[in-house]
């Protein structure tokens, strides 16, 4: 079946440092890709998403590339804040209509000042 | 500002009480999901439904958890009798089945512990 595997954290980082977290998939087809962020004691929002192959989804700094070749969707930051600081979701829709997400099990970052 | 309401926020209870949680999808929505989040299996679908009809509920324990939409603005999530291993974080989401992504959008969540 489908599934979402991404890097196993904690990950903590200085302000200002490179940020990478790996998500890759399994699916039938061609899915959309949905990065989505978790602060502290709220619900999951969505960060940004990608619906087919070599979109770049982009958002308050975060950029991920949608590559069917490496099924992969790594998020990435160029320098993070003590603000970024939450868990990271990495989730699929699968193709053909369905409404549900997979979602990857997380992966918290803490960014330290 | 439209959000997915969910109450109570928190609840702690007795094993073998019964616990209902609530939540307000967004206005005009058709699709609810419920998670349930805890550390070691991180985020599970529960069940979902559209347009109030259950579509999957595969994800829940049938003997104890019931879900429902009573009306298109609010759906329940019932677990009688409660357990230990019910203690989680459970969301709701809601859907508005038009875009072609499927966006979800979450509620602030209900913890539970049973004790």
């Known amino acids: 079946g489908d599934s979402v595997t991404q890097m196993e954290g904690p990950v903590t980082l200085s302000e200002e440092a490179f940020l990478t977290i790996n998500c890759t998939y399994t699916a039938t087809g061609y899915p959309s890709l949905f990065w989505y962020v978790q602060y502290p004691g709220e619900g999951l929002q969505l960060l940004l998403k990608?619906?087919?192959?070599?979109d770049k989804g982009s958002n308050k700094g975060f950029e991920a590339t949608y590559r069917k070749e490496t099924t992969s969707f790594h998020l990435e930051k160029g320098s993070v804040q003590v603000s970024d600081s939450a868990v990271y979701f990495c989730a699929l829709s699968p193709p053909g209509g369905s409404e549900k997400l997979v979602f990857g099990k997380g992966t918290k970052l803490t960014v330290n000042p | 500002d439209a959000r997915v309401t969910q109450t109570p926020r928190h609840k702690v209870t007795e094993m073998g009480q019964e616990v209902t949680m609530r939540c307000q999808p967004i206005l005009g929505h058709n699709t609810v999901f419920w998670y349930r989040q805890t550390m070691m299996q991180g985020l599970e679908l529960l069940a979902y439904f559209r347009n109030r009809a259950p579509l999957d509920d595969s994800g829940m324990p049938k003997d104890r958890f019931s879900a429902e939409m009573p009306d298109a603005t609010l759906a329940t999530l019932k677990i009688q009798p409660s357990e230990p291993r019910d203690s989680a974080v459970y969301f709701c989401?809601?859907?508005?089945?038009?875009?072609?992504?499927?966006?979800?959008?979450f509620g602030p969540g209900t913890r539970l512990t049973v004790l």
């Open positions: 989401a809601s859907g508005s089945g038009l875009s072609s992504y499927n966006e979800q959008f």
């Open positions: 990608a619906t087919k192959a070599d």
